[in-house]
């Protein structure tokens, strides 16, 4: 195992990733602990079967989170916090995505490899700036996706709490309080812009000016309203993590 900071990340990754899952729509298949049928296999070089990821060990997918992905990420040297938005955005959503989107806060080449020269230009970012536009860039990527429907709510909530632990080591407990009122009042303001949107009479308003049939304009609601429901729901996940964050700094 890896010295450093691994242990205290994996800590806070091992409860979002669980136990043995085969969801139908994940395209990951059979996974257990994060690890999927795929890496496991790749892992021990052989042919195996779903059971042996249902079998796998914690010890085991420790040492592939350490050799497959904190390494290769350079975890070791990556500074406390960042290391652990970057870590695991590379285990949820691939090392090389993690290591461009880490680039591309960075302005430096996006070769999807963290080097010296991405280590030396992350570090000329305060850590707050850049845990914060990492977890919002990986956020975005993960609602592009055709599954955020199915697996979007757990996923904003695991960035939320990957984002205020990150603050965490790295911040004051006035600077977590701060970063908690503001997500707070944004999603306040998202909310009360998304129930301004499905008002009552909304829809009979736009019929009146479009002459569309209410049913059309009630679909088109909807679909502009969406955003700002999700909008909401995250900077609400955001509050709560960091507020919780700031309690026990």
């Given at each position: 195992?890896?010295?450093?900071n691994?242990t205290?990340?994996?800590?806070?990754i091992?409860?979002f990733?669980?136990?043995?899952?085969?969801?139908?729509?994940?395209?990951?298949?059979?996974t257990?602990?994060?690890?999927?049928?795929?890496?496991?296999?790749?892992?021990?070089?052989?042919?195996?079967?779903?059971?042996?990821?249902?079998?796998?060990?914690?010890a085991?997918?420790?040492?592939?989170?350490?050799?497959?992905?904190?390494?290769p990420?350079?975890?070791?040297?990556?500074?406390?916090?960042d290391?652990?938005?970057?870590l695991d955005f590379?285990?949820?959503?691939g090392i090389?995505?993690?290591?461009?989107?880490?680039?591309a806060?960075?302005?430096?080449?996006?070769?999807?490899?963290?080097?010296?020269?991405?280590l030396?230009?992350?570090?000329?970012?305060?850590?707050?700036?850049?845990?914060?536009?990492?977890?919002?860039k990986?956020?975005?990527?993960?609602?592009?996706?055709?599954?955020w429907?199915?697996?979007?709510?757990?996923?904003?909530?695991?960035?939320?709490?990957?984002e205020?632990?990150?603050?965490?080591?790295?911040?004051?407990?006035?600077e977590?309080e701060?970063?908690?009122?503001?997500?707070?009042?944004?999603?306040?303001?998202?909310?009360?812009?998304?129930?301004?949107?499905?008002?009552?009479?909304?829809?009979e308003?736009?019929?009146?000016?479009?002459?569309?049939?209410?049913?059309?304009?009630?679909?088109?609601i909807v679909?502009i309203?969406a955003?700002?429901?999700i909008?909401?729901i995250?900077?609400?996940?955001?509050?709560?993590?960091?507020?919780?964050?700031?309690?026990?700094?």
């Amino acid at each position: 195992m890896a010295k450093g900071n691994l242990t205290r990340c994996l800590e806070q990754i091992w409860p979002f990733e669980g136990g043995y899952v085969d969801h139908p729509k994940d395209p990951g298949g059979a996974t257990n602990m994060g690890i999927t049928f795929d890496v496991l296999q790749r892992w021990r070089g052989k042919t195996i079967t779903k059971q042996d990821v249902r079998n796998l060990t914690k010890a085991e997918a420790a040492e592939i989170y350490d050799k497959r992905y904190w390494r290769p990420l350079n975890g070791e040297k990556l500074r406390l916090g960042d290391d652990l938005a970057v870590l695991d955005f590379g285990i949820n959503s691939g090392i090389a995505r993690s290591a461009k989107y880490s680039q591309a806060i960075a302005g430096v080449t996006q070769d999807g490899k963290i080097g010296p020269v991405t280590l030396a230009a992350i570090e000329r970012i305060p850590s707050r700036d850049f845990i914060k536009k990492l977890c919002a860039k990986r956020l975005g990527f993960v609602q592009g996706l055709k599954i955020w429907e199915t697996f979007g709510r757990g996923w904003s909530r695991r960035i939320a709490h990957m984002e205020a632990t990150a603050l965490s080591w790295v911040s004051t407990k006035a600077e977590l309080e701060h970063d908690a009122r503001d997500a707070r009042g944004a999603a306040t303001g998202q909310g009360g812009g998304a129930l301004v949107t499905v008002g009552t009479g909304t829809a009979e308003q736009v019929n009146g000016v479009t002459g569309l049939p209410v049913w059309v304009v009630v679909a088109v609601i909807v679909v502009i309203a969406a955003p700002l429901v999700i909008r909401t729901i995250i900077n609400a996940q955001r509050a709560a993590a960091l507020a919780s964050a700031a309690k026990e700094a």
